[in-house]
């Protein structure tokens, strides 16, 4: 079984500044690995995702992230965080084989303020 | 093209009713899974469907069931509501190609309130 961990339930940050959002799994396979982002009152939009070869993945808005399979880490990072940015976002894994689904960390609130 | 679609947005519902929820998967997709957000926390998985049959399914009780109509698009039915039902089910589908990486895109959800 798959469990991803993401050990901030909230990060404040202020405009312009650099922001990480940690994510760590658990898994005894070979996994994908994703972020996603939810503003409110809306489904979760696709940040970026990782499935193979380069561990550093870029993804919209500006974000990145990093895969480390030997820390199974896998950190979103922005340098220069918008107050557009404020949203709950999550981290998931899933199998890389056939009908698997996601599993979801419980999320991290990025408060972005002036 | 219209993404996934969700249908309806809000619903409330009292203990012991019964519910179902739509969804519409995005043109050229072929399987849906169903997911329950509870108020704070990530969602969880409940079951995916494929070929109108339920091929993969979490750990939710037989209340949840679920149906996939021939042209893709599928229905979540929860029975004997419960006040811990209540959360934001959000739907995903996806192209099924063998092997490879399948992305799974998001409907906007709907949010069930049971009282």
């Known amino acids: 079984a798959q469990s991803v961990t993401q050990l901030d339930s909230q990060v404040p940050v202020f405009e312009e500044a650099p922001v990480e959002l940690r994510c760590n799994y658990s898994?005894?396979?070979?996994?994908?690995l994703f972020w996603y982002v939810q503003y409110p009152n809306q489904g979760l939009q696709l940040l970026l995702k990782y499935l193979s070869g380069s561990t550093l993945v870029k993804g919209i808005n500006g974000f990145e992230a990093e895969f480390n399979k030997s820390q199974t880490s896998f950190h979103l990072r922005k340098p220069s965080v918008h107050i557009s940015d404020t949203a709950e976002y999550f981290c998931a894994v899933r199998m890389n084989t056939g009908f698997q689904k996601l599993v979801f960390g419980t999320g991290t609130r990025l408060l972005v303020s002036p | 093209d219209a993404g996934v679609t969700q249908s309806p947005t809000h619903l409330i519902k009292t203990r012991g009713q019964q519910v179902t929820l739509r969804c519409s998967p995005k043109s050229g997709h072929d399987t849906v899974s169903w997911y329950q957000q509870a108020l704070g926390q990530g969602p969880q998985f409940i079951f995916q469907?494929?070929?109108?049959?339920?091929?993969q399914r979490g750990n939710f009780p037989d209340r949840f069931s679920g149906h996939q109509f021939p042209n893709y698009s599928s229905e979540l039915n929860v029975n004997a509501l419960l006040l811990g039902d209540s959360a934001l089910y959000l739907c995903?589908?996806?192209?099924?190609?063998?092997?490879?990486?399948?992305?799974?895109?998001f409907g906007p959800g709907t949010r069930l309130t049971v009282l």
């Open positions: 995903a589908s996806s192209h099924l190609r063998r092997g490879l990486y399948n992305e799974q895109f």
């Open positions: 469907y494929y070929e109108e049959e339920e091929r």
């Open positions: 898994s005894s396979v070979s996994v994908y």
